[in-house]
């Protein structure tokens, strides 16, 4: 199944997709509220919307929102091995990929108040000269637990969503360099959508760590990069869990894949040199492509310039 958020006269409804139908849930129901038990009751609320729906939309006709708001929380991995190298090397061009990073699946906390929906404009951050986009897909739980196995934590998955977590470069390589981060190189915005695809809607397309599905980034109509998601080196079951060792994790949460091979400039500026591609400058449209996970498509617009970064500049407790 594949459950929508979308505007409506009536407000904000969410619903179930049924060939180029929408069948609405009535007011108020949210995805969020449906998430529990893996996602048994959203499946459940989609079949009663598909016999009763008192409202029925062509797809077409209505904006969609991101298919979750407002996420409890989102956890971004590095789990594509093509992807880190080339980042790798655009730090330190003769660098290897991190021992560290085949030990376990390492992420970074990521801004839940700066979701974007699949259509929706995106503003270049205050003080960024090389923006960026990055491909991704993200699982969204449905439950929670402490302490779990990689299997526990599959079983917990909802479904999955197609991301686009936008980074500001310079601001991000710049914090980085005290060892902390990153933060406002990744605080503006996240895309999500168009909808929310189950686990049991992939199944058939399970292969090594995660699916067969194949992810697509373009840039003004050009394709950039190509991959796989099941060149995941670590499994979402695996990332979840790791994320619950020693803590909780809950229904609601989003665990981001990292971005694909290819997914993203600054890998190509890695491997090929940073003028091998412009960054993002305002008026150009990034779609991002993830088979039955559905399509995004951004038009980069200039945002507030901001604060001067004066006004922040430390003060000097030494003599």
Not at 99 to 125: K, L
Not at 171 to 184: C, D, H, N, S, Y
Not at 251 to 268: R, V, W, Y
Not at 304 to 310: C, E, K, L, V, Y
């Amino acid at each position: 199944m594949r459950f929508v958020t979308f505007r409506h006269a009536s407000g904000v409804r969410c619903g179930v997709i049924e060939g180029d139908l929408i069948h609405a849930f009535e007011p108020g129901v949210r995805l969020m509220d449906l998430l529990d038990a893996g996602g048994l009751r959203l499946r459940e609320e989609g079949d009663v919307a598909l016999r009763s729906s008192r409202l029925t939309l062509p797809l077409n006709t209505v904006e969609l929102c991101a298919p979750l708001p407002h996420p409890v929380t989102i956890r971004d991995y590095m789990t594509f091995e093509q992807h880190v190298e080339g980042v790798v090397k655009l730090a330190t061009p003769d660098g290897d990929v991190p021992e560290y990073w085949y030990e376990a699946p390492a992420f970074y906390f990521s801004n839940p108040n700066s979701i974007h929906g699949p259509f929706q404009d995106v503003a270049i951050p205050p003080g960024c000269a090389r923006f960026d986009f990055e491909l991704e897909v993200a699982a969204v739980l449905g439950g929670g637990g402490h302490d779990l196995s990689a299997d526990e934590a599959d079983r917990l998955i909802a479904g999955f969503v197609l991301l686009n977590d936008w980074s500001a470069r310079d601001l991000q390589f710049r914090e980085m360099t005290v060892r902390l981060g990153p933060a406002k190189g990744k605080d503006a915005a996240t895309s999500l959508g168009p909808w929310l695809v189950t686990s049991e809607e992939l199944e058939p397309l399970r292969h090594r760590a995660s699916y067969d599905i194949t992810l697509t980034a373009s840039i003004n109509g050009e394709i950039i990069g190509s991959d796989s998601l099941s060149n995941m080196s670590f499994s979402f079951g695996q990332m979840i869990a790791y994320a619950s060792r020693g803590t909780d994790v809950c229904t609601g949460e989003l665990f981001g894949s990292g971005t694909s091979g290819g997914g993203c400039l600054a890998e190509l500026w890695g491997r090929h040199g940073t003028d091998f591609l412009p960054s993002l400058q305002e008026g150009d449209v990034v779609t991002i492509e993830g088979g039955l996970l559905g399509r995004q498509v951004a038009q980069i617009v200039n945002g507030s310039p901001g604060r001067n970064f004066s006004e922040y500049h430390a003060v000097s407790a030494r003599g």
